[in-house]
């Protein structure tokens, strides 16, 4: 699972999806409200909660012999959505969880393998090998 699996979650800021613990939609006036709740350890500074706001989107459908206006949920709030529904559904795939892990692990191996050899790089300007 990486960030390009869900656009529309890394266009909201959301840049670790796999911390996501739980999420609440609620409708209020002509917005509907995403609530983002995160798993957060004791001592982390970063928000436990994030708030969206998505502006209800006002249509014209035919009811009848007449036509009226409706309120829709906004197309990001539908995509956000749907990309949540697939996270959780990954999360609670083992198989999932465990590419996943693999793949964070590689991560950081590369990470450390880079560091290494930069570090490496210092050293030797400094004239001791």
Known sequence: ?????YPQLTEMGILHPLQI?????????NHDILRVIYERGKDSFLPDTRI???PRVQKTAKIGDKEQSVLETHPQL???????????AKKDNKECVAETVLGEL?????????R??????????????
Do not use: C, H, P, W
Not at 1 to 5: E, F, K, Q, V, Y
Not at 116 to 129: C, F, H, M, N, P
């Open 106 to 114: 590689q991560a950081l191996e590369d990470e450390i393998k880079m």
């Open 78 to 88: 539908k995509s956000a959505l749907d990309e949540l529904e697939r996270l959780f």
């Open 21 to 29: 613990d739980r999420y609440q939609v609620n409708s209020i006036a």
């Open 52 to 54: 969206y706001k998505f």
């Open 116 to 129: 290494s050899t930069y570090i490496r790089e210092l050293v030797k300007q400094l004239g001791a090998d």
């Open 1 to 5: 699972m990486t960030r390009d699996d």
